[in-house]
């Protein structure tokens, strides 16, 4: 567990838990979810102390779930916030790596997730939950969560930047709200960066799909994609839904809850909606490019069994025209060939010459015919 006291222009790390929180600033407690259980008491007691209301025993429920969805949540008192994160491709490779060992300690085969498409192995999500008091935030987080660590490291790195005392304010926190805008925003931003990888992961497929005769058997990773885009959808939904409500509420709170100075509570008010909006406009575009990535997917599926259509009704319409070619001649062969004692040409030294000839003549006759009519022609495609 780690404890952070944020003031208007610095930060320090504490060891124990301030009798109260800065008058200018806020403390910032974050716990991995593992040590949750173990720390639980002294979180309550930062609640009730710091923030003025314990947690309620369903809010410690939902932040110890690591299934959770993205959420939100609110009392008189405080706010929840529940937001699943991208994980990491340590992370993935960490979970593929269980997955393994405890298939291969049931005997049962192991079946990589996401086929043979590396990226979309990454839509793999980690719950992330605040609680936001006026002058506190608790946090709990995966183990090793890189969201907490880069914000630490980053706020430490600003309040060194800062020349004054102006560009300190501007670059550090005002509020729990204003850091969980910003830890919010990393992680969005995270989604927004492996769109690059899916799409040309996806791309790759749509090439193999539609190389002439292609002989595509990859459906089971195909198939294994989408279901990674409808996930992704699903997670940015909760996310969006969240987000919202997180907004609503926002607009609905007293300017004295941002600051004493109505001047200055307006300003943090209308930076924080603002910083809400950007973040639900960049969930927006992740859900319009999953959306767009599976309607691309599902239009070149469709093209290629359209491409197989149409090689299929090559080979039949050729095979047609050969039969049509043969089909008379077969006719005339089988009319000299019926038992009967008188037929025509029979008797004659020349008959056989005559008939062959007309059967020549008459194939390629049918040939032109059916050339001019491109009936034997090869669609290219």
Known sequence: MQIVE??????????????????????????????????????????QQLGGSALLDLHCQ?????????????????????FRRLA???????????ETAAQAKRGQAHSKPGGSLPAFNRISSRAVGFVMFDRLLISVHPRGCYTAKSFIERSLTDARLSVNAVSARSRIPSSPADLVLRMVNA??????????????????????????????????????????????????????DAMQEWLDSLREQP?????????????????????ARDVIE??????????????????????????????TNDIMRTLTALTAIF?????????FGMNFEFLPLIQ??????????????????????????????????
């Open 6 to 47: 944020f003031t208007a222009d610095s930060l320090r790390f504490s060891d124990s838990l301030p009798a109260k929180a800065p008058t200018d600033g806020f403390v910032w407690v974050f716990v991995d979810r593992e040590e949750f259980e173990s720390h639980q008491a002294l979180l309550q007691q930062a609640a």
């Open 348 to 381: 004659t030294a020349a008959g056989f010459w005559w008939v062959a000839g007309f059967m020549i003549l008459l194939g390629i006759v049918v040939v032109m015919v059916f050339w001019r009519k491109q009936y034997l022609a090869r669609t290219r495609h």
């Open 187 to 240: 992680m969005v931003d995270s989604y927004l960066d492996v769109r690059k990888e899916l799409t040309t992961q996806l791309e790759h497929w749509q090439g193999e799909l539609l190389k002439p005769n292609s002989r595509f058997i990859n459906w089971g990773s195909l198939m294994g994609a989408r279901s990674q885009l409808h996930v992704l959808e699903d997670l940015c939904d909760e996310q969006h």
């Open 255 to 275: 300017m004295s809850s941002f600051a004493a100075d109505a001047q200055l509570a307006q300003t943090r008010r209308d930076q924080m909606v603002a910083r």
């Open 327 to 335: 089909l008379p001649l077969n006719l005339i062969t089988g009319f």
């Open 88 to 98: 990491t491709p340590d992370e993935t490779r960490a979970e593929v790596e269980d």
């Open 62 to 82: 939902d932040l110890r779930n690591a299934l959770h969805p993205s959420h939100y949540d609110f009392t008189s008192i405080y706010d929840l916030v529940i």
């Open 282 to 311: 960049h969930i927006e575009r992740v859900v319009h490019h999953a959306r767009r990535l599976e309607q691309s997917a599902e239009t070149v599926v469709q093209i290629h069994f359209s491409a197989q259509g149409n090689r």
